[in-house]
C-alpha cells in the first residue's frame, strides 16, 4: 500500500524557518508530481506549492512566492518544502499529495491521488 509520510512541522516564532519532508512508501513508479497544500479548521486546503513533471517544473501560490521552496528527489519519490518569514497567519496544517498522472492544473486538491496524513505547523507572534 503506497502512503506519504510527512515530517518537519512543529512551533516556531513568526520570521522564523522550517523544511517540511514528505517521502512515499511502497511506490513502484514515479509519481507525474507532488505538491504541498494547507489547511485550517472550517476551510478548504489550500494549494501552496506543487513540481511536476519530468523537468521539475515548480508552482507557488502568490501568497507563498519568495519565501517557500519546494524540490524533489528526481529518483525517489521524495519532496522538501523550504518555508521562510513565516507568519502567523500561516499556522496550519501542511499536507502533501500526490499526482500519479498527468493534469492540466496543479492547484486543485480534487486532482491528487494521494494524501498524507499532514503535519501541524504553528507560527507564533
Known amino acids: 500500500q503506497v502512503q506519504l509520510v510527512e515530517s518537519g512541522g512543529g512551533l516556531v516564532l513568526a520570521g522564523g524557518s522550517l523544511r517540511l519532508s514528505c517521502a512515499a512508501t511502497?511506490?513502484?513508479?514515479?509519481?507525474?508530481?507532488m505538491g504541498w497544500f494547507r489547511q485550517t479548521p472550517g476551510e478548504d486546503r489550500e494549494f501552496v506549492a506543487a513540481v511536476r513533471g519530468f523537468i521539475g517544473r515548480t508552482y507557488y501560490s502568490d501568497s507563498v512566492k519568495g519565501r517557500f521552496t519546494i524540490s524533489r528527489d528526481n529518483t525517489e519519490n521524495t519532496v522538501w518544502m523550504n518555508i521562510t518569514s513565516l507568519k502567523p497567519a500561516e499556522t496550519a496544517v501542511y499536507y502533501c499529495?500526490?499526482?500519479?498522472?498527468?493534469?492540466?492544473?496543479?492547484?486543485?486538491?480534487?486532482?491528487?491521488?494521494?494524501w498524507g496524513q499532514g503535519t501541524q505547523v504553528t507560527v507564533s507572534f
Open positions: 499529495a500526490s499526482l500519479h498522472t498527468s493534469r492540466i492544473s496543479h492547484d486543485r486538491a480534487a486532482d491528487y491521488d494521494l
Open positions: 511502497g511506490a513502484s513508479a514515479r509519481f507525474y508530481g
